[in-house]
């Protein structure tokens, strides 16, 4: 259990206004990245659309890491080109390629309804036993 823990990391996107969805990060994808992205949570930003995809620009600064030319419905990556943290809630080929870090577990319909401008938190789920904060 401690080693599934250690590569998925659960997190949880709060979008204004619309609701909560839930995800996790798989370290194995691409692991700087991840690590990178988890040193830093949380996160807010304001949403930008592209076709099917909501993304946040995020302060992290990050290079290729196994980078790939499309994303399946529900896929959570790390955009390079713009160092923005990405949601595709279609399968589609992004603008340019991605790291690949997670998916969405819970909520992924939500996005569909998100705005660009809408403010969206994403911060780690505390494992049973610790507290939030």
Request: contains cysteine; proline residues 7%.
């Amino acid at each position: 259990m401690a080693e599934k823990a250690i590569s998925r990391i659960p997190i949880r996107f709060i979008l204004e206004g619309i609701g909560e969805a839930e995800g996790e990060l798989i370290r194995h994808m691409a692991p700087r990245t991840v690590d990178a992205i988890l040193r830093r949570l949380p996160i807010e930003g304001r949403a930008a659309l592209w076709k099917d995809e909501v993304y946040i620009q995020i302060p992290i600064t990050v290079g290729g890491e196994k980078a790939k030319s499309t994303a399946e419905r529900g896929t959570i990556a790390y955009w390079p080109m713009g160092s923005a943290l990405c949601i595709f809630h279609e399968d589609m080929k992004p603008y340019s390629p991605v790291n690949i870090i997670g998916q969405i577990t819970k909520g992924l319909e939500l996005f569909k309804g998100v705005k660009i401008g809408t403010k969206i938190r994403v911060e780690p789920i505390p494992s049973e036993g610790e507290s939030e904060t």
